[in-house]
């Protein structure tokens, strides 16, 4: 069996094997704990972007409940005053920018930062995005704002259209404190990350995100929010698990709406055992699942629904829901976790009873994965690797899935990789090459698929770099592929304009997200992803392809 060879890292991102000693545990964001950062070679000065008061050891939480209070208001009403309209940036023809560019967020809010770590101000990645079943124009994206060098942003941020993408109005979850988060609506939290947004079929959003306390605090939470007026105003945060043990960490969870019962929501996600043991092998990693059978207004008990083992683990895990009801949660199993050669293998768990029981994993394929670098510099690009996508045809019920893999060059360099099931979820068809330019490396894809079956494949590549070009930089596009006929051919098109990833914030790498947005709006799609812009003030914007 070709297996996926991987070689270790505290942060699990590509690097050569002799770089850092044996990993304890793949964790996308974390809480920081007082270590240095390591900064990739060949990138411009990374001091920059700390607010003054924050990164110095203090503490920026503020006791008085009635203070935080005003506070929480001043951070919402603040929020919603910020407007975007199309063209308002003229980088990225065709895209509309839904951020802020700068900061929305009060001075000192973000919590302290841990020796050697920075907070990137103005800088807005990792978006997702979902649209009203009822009405195509309406558009609800989420995403990381501000983000911190080592693990997590300030906070998270929503935007809302009503007219197709075109305007945005923003609005915030109470998820960290400083989009309004406190110890009396449950969102006293440094940071937050892996935003994820889902539409129930009667115009209900739900929206989820992990929060965590920065500098080595040992609190953290997966957290629910649903808005029943289109994304306007949010419930505070319901704990679908909460951890202070630091032996336990949480991560990379999604939010599912189903889109037949509006009663029903899912959620999924890791979490990792083991990680204040001295033997990593011991470590575990298993799938959890919530479920709100009264449309997010409350949640039953979480609880884990796959367990790999020792020195094993999960991560990447979502929900799908096919039109007869049942589930799959795609999701990455990674075998010997701690050794020099992880073995990942892309996998599907189904349920035909809303969740309460589940088979054993299916695998779809051994995944082979180089990892994403800078060509000129060998610096590491953060990208998808251990995110892959899913979605199903509404109509006929197949099952696609997309993701990072090097299996089409010899592992000399990702691509994508594109497999479907006919059968809901029990066999799967060979891996299929789906991004258009073989010889480029190319990563973080996302899928949807439209009411009629039209299949959406949106991933970034390399294919306009020139490593020895006299210009520099680091030219990176997103492209946005389409197929009619199941992913057998695709018509693709640029959107925007190429950037410089070297002006990416900084996280591991060039960071602009570990996923991207894309969701189906009638016969088209919308798009939603993070772009460069290589400000000191603002490294990285959102932007919506609109539908």
Known sequence: MHVARRPSGRHFRPKRASSRPPRRRRVRDRAAGPQNVRRPAGGRRLARGV?????????S??????????????????????????????????LVRVSAGASPFPAGCAGPAARGEFLQQGSEVEPSIAVDPRDAGHLVAVWQQDRWSIGGAAGIVTGVSRDGGRTWSRTAAHFTRCTGGTAANGGDYDRASDPWVSFSPDGTVHQIAVAFDGAGGGRKAILASRSTDGGATWSDPAALQRDTDPDFEVDKETITADPRDARLVYAVWDRLTGQASPDPALATG?????????????WE???????????????????????????????????KASSASPASTLAVLRSTDQGDHWTAPVAIAAM????????????????????????????SGKVYVAWQDARFSGGARDGVALAASADGGATWSAPAQANQAPDAQAFTPALAATPA????????????????GAGGGLLAAAWLATSDDGGATWREALLGAPFDLRGAPLSDGYFLGDYQGLAAAGESFAAALALAVGSPEDAADVYVKTP
């Open 453 to 468: 079956g039209r299949l959406g494949l949106l991933y970034l590549d390399l294919r306009r770099d020139d490593p020895g």
């Open 286 to 298: 298993p799938a959890w699942f919530a479920r709100s059978a009264d449309g997010g207004a409350t």
């Open 301 to 335: 008990g979480a609880r884990a629904i796959f367990d790999p083992g020792a020195d094993a683990q999960t991560i990447g895990n979502q929900i799908a829901v096919l039109p007869d009801g049942a589930l799959l949660d795609l999701l990455v199993v990674v075998a």
């Open 61 to 94: 939480r503020v006791d008085d409940r009635h203070a935080r209070g005003r506070a929480a208001r001043g951070v919402v009403a603040a929020l919603g005053l910020f407007l975007a309209c199309g063209g308002d940036v003229p980088r990225f023809p065709g």
């Open 51 to 59: 607010r003054a008061g924050v990164g110095e050891g203090k503490s």
């Open 368 to 395: 082979v994965l180089a990892g994403t670098r800078d060509p000129g510099s060998g610096a590491p690009i953060r990208s998808g690797e251990d995110v892959p996508a899913i979605a199903v045809d509404p109509v």
